[in-house]
């Protein structure tokens, strides 16, 4: 089953809409691993006032709002 990961921050409330926009278009495909770029530097430092943003990998899929099509493209591809 594919892995994705959304970055993300506590309260953000975009990261919050994109998650719940996301469950019913991977159920069963994917899993998302929320990751909190609040304590890491690096991950701060890259995508900051971006998130929430969904990747696989290295490879981004989605921003805020969610790229529906990009997405279910990256999961059929897969």
């Known amino acids: 089953m594919k892995r994705l990961y959304l970055y993300s921050r506590p309260g953000c409330h975009l990261c919050e ?13 994917a899993v998302v691993d929320v990751v909190d770029i609040s ?13 929430p943003v969904l990747t696989d ?13 990009s997405l279910l493209r990256h999961l059929a591809a897969s």
Do not use: H, M, N, T
């Open 57 to 69: 990998g290295e490879r981004e899929v989605s921003e805020f709002p969610l790229d529906r099509d």
């Open 17 to 29: 809409e994109l998650e719940a926009a996301l469950a019913p278009l991977i159920a069963g495909r």
């Open 39 to 51: 304590d890491d530097p690096g991950l701060e430092r890259r995508y900051g006032w971006r998130i």
